[in-house]
T-cell receptor, first 115, second 114 residues
Framework: AQKITQTQPGMFVQEKEAVTLDCTYD???????LFWYKQPSSGEMIFLIY??????QNATEGRYSLNFQKARKSANLVISASQLGDSAMYFC????????????FGPGTRLSVLP | DVKVTQSSRYLVKRTGEKVFLECVQD?????MFWYRQDPGLGLRLIYF???????EKGDIPEGYSVSREKKERFSLILESASTNQTSMYLC?????????????FGPGTRLLVL
């Protein structure tokens, strides 16, 4: 069974608009962390934002915020005021405390920002 | 800044060749990882290492081996390359002492096996 699901293979958004990229996860471990990465066409993976399972508030980093709904096991990434440079692949990942230091990644969503 | 480097950005090999992919990190990280990335599948873990000379199989180790003789270097070996190993290979490292710590990635190697 997939541990991380990203149901949107591709998304389009108009420049300056906000966009939400979906991520749902599956775990029985009460202690885990959720990460989002951006991968531009150059191939490098860029860390964007982190949410811990015990964090009470949704994480925010600049234009990135995470809509964390623990009961629904979802951790959607919200990008506000999209820019052309936001066009990239976006990956959701999870690290479970019982699984050591390893991460599990979703299949990714390709975001295209339109001028 | 953490720097993870990979020996090649692009590589073309023939079926049956032995292929070495090298990864070096400069932040004295304990943990190192090799992933392959394929469209629609995301990143899948091939092998990982939590210490020098230590290695563990990930989710898709078949057809691969690894070596970690020094802390900063983690090598991925394709003993006999096959066309289904054509992929993007990403190396990552982490210290892993804090739950919120990210993995740091290299730029990736795009391998084509003919």
């Amino acid at each position: 069974a997939q541990k991380i699901t990203q149901t949107q293979p591709g998304m389009f958004v108009q420049e300056k608009e906000a966009v939400t990229l979906d991520c749902t996860y599956d775990t029985s471990d009460p202690s885990y962390g959720l990460f989002w990465y951006k991968q531009p066409s150059s191939g490098e993976m860029i860390f964007l934002i982190y949410q811990g399972s015990y964090d009470q508030q949704n994480a925010t980093e600049g234009r990135y915020s995470l809509n964390f709904q623990k009961a629904r096991k979802s951790a959607n990434l919200v990008i506000s005021a999209s820019q052309l440079g936001d066009s990239a692949m976006y990956f959701c990942a999870m690290r479970e405390d019982n699984y050591g230091q390893n991460f599990v990644f979703g299949p990714g969503t390709r975001l295209s920002v339109l001028p | 800044d953490v720097k993870v480097t990979q020996s090649s950005r692009y590589l073309v090999k023939r079926t049956g060749e032995k292929v070495f992919l090298e990864c070096v990190q400069d932040m004295d990280h304990e943990n190192m990882f090799w992933y392959r990335q394929d469209p629609g599948l995301g990143l899948r873990l091939i092998y990982f290492s939590y210490d020098v000379k230590m290695k563990e199989k990930g989710d898709i180790p078949e057809g691969y081996s690894v070596s970690r003789e020094k802390k900063e270097r983690f090598s991925l070996i394709l003993e006999s390359a096959s066309t289904n190993q054509t992929s993007m290979y990403l190396c990552a490292s982490s210290q892993g002492r804090r739950r919120q710590e990210t993995q740091y990635f290299g730029p990736g190697t795009r391998l084509l096996v003919l």
